[in-house]
């Protein structure tokens, strides 16, 4: 399951700083078995955000998670950017993930984080916090295997159906 790691976070993006939400993406990623095949960092930019979407798209990378801009201030563009991009809303992911995060904390109903499907991949935006990732992540990996699987096929009923 080839993945690609967007963190999205304009001071990371200079070079300032640790990326710990992207590595704690990273590995939760492949801790569900998923190959991270990509890890890069953009700036809080719409279109330098939707054009990183893009190109892990047309690279056909059947899984993108991001984290970082998914909040309320006037630079957190993640959703849109990635509105942009998908083709079509896949929008059980990010509701889950709300869902989960109401129970650790009041905050969540801030997220604005959503999920879609670009050509063939799954994208999902995550908070930028290692903590929320430690406590979300869990939740969307036992779907990971049937999405990719369900991204591969041309249409019609799988065999488990």
Same mark, same amino acid.
């Given at each position: 399951m080839q993945t690609a790691i967007l963190t999205i976070s304009t001071t990371l993006a200079r070079g300032e700083g640790d990326?710990?939400?992207?590595?704690?993406?990273?590995?939760?990623?492949?801790?569900?078995?998923?190959? *991270?095949?990509?890890?890069?960092?953009?700036?809080?930019?719409?279109?330098?955000?939707?054009?990183m979407l893009?190109?892990?798209?047309?690279?056909?990378?059947?899984?993108?998670?991001?984290?970082?801009?998914?909040?309320?201030?006037?630079?957190?563009?993640?959703?849109?950017?990635?509105? !942009? *991009?998908? !083709?079509?809303?896949?929008?059980?992911?990010?509701?889950?993930?709300?869902?989960e995060s109401l129970k650790h904390t009041p905050f969540a109903m801030a997220s604005r984080g959503v999920s879609g499907i670009a050509g063939r991949t799954l994208i999902v935006n995550l908070p930028g916090s290692p903590k929320a990732i430690a406590q979300l992540f869990p939740v969307l990996a036992p779907a990971l295997a049937h999405v990719v699987a369900q991204l591969g096929r041309d249409g019609g009923r799988g065999a488990r159906h």
């Open positions: 990326d710990l939400s992207g590595a704690e993406l990273a590995r939760l990623a492949a801790a569900a078995g998923c190959e *991270v095949v990509a890890r890069d960092r953009v700036t809080d930019d719409r279109s330098a955000i939707a054009s893009r190109g892990y798209a047309s690279e056909r990378l059947p899984l993108v998670f991001t984290t970082g801009g998914t909040g309320l201030t006037p630079d957190d563009c993640t959703p849109e950017a990635t509105r !942009d *991009v998908i !083709d079509r809303e896949a929008p059980g992911f990010a509701e889950a993930l709300r869902a």
